[in-house]
Nanobody, 116 residues
Framework: VQLQASGGGLVQAGGSLRLSCAAS????????MGWYRQAPGKQRELVAT???????NYADSVEGRFTISRDNAKNTVYLQMNSLEPEDTAVYYC???????????WGQGTQVTVSS
């Protein structure tokens, strides 16, 4: 299974970015796709997840600013990030997890930098 993330970049505070992550390979169609991030010197943390059935989970810090969505036919997950803050600066990783097997797959990460 491979996850290819794209869409990161440099943006000013208050701006927006949209991340995309496409999954390829063989995996159970019922799964959870999501985004995590890791800032310098900090642990990787949850940003948002979305199940195949449409259940979402957001970190408190991004609730109301970020929106996760997915296209199940394309095995692609998106993260629309609005009202970005310097504290959102991190490497963002996409993840696909299959609950029934416990298998978890990670993308390569994409850098998001928010300038003040």
């Amino acid at each position: 299974v491979q996850l290819q993330a794209s869409g990161g970049g440099l943006v000013q505070a208050g701006g927006s970015l949209r991340l995309s992550c496409a999954a390829s390979g063989r995996f159970f169609r019922i799964n959870i796709m999501g985004w995590y991030r890791q800032a310098p010197g900090k642990q990787r943390e949850l940003v948002a997840t979305l199940t195949t059935g449409g259940t979402t989970n957001y970190a408190d810090s991004v609730e109301g600013r970020f929106t996760i969505s997915r296209d199940n036919a394309k095995n692609t997950v998106y993260l629309q990030m609005n009202s970005l803050e310097p504290e959102d600066t991190a490497v963002y990783y996409c993840n696909l997890r299959v609950a029934v097997s416990g298998n978890s797959y990670w993308g390569q990460g994409t850098q998001v930098t928010v300038s003040s």
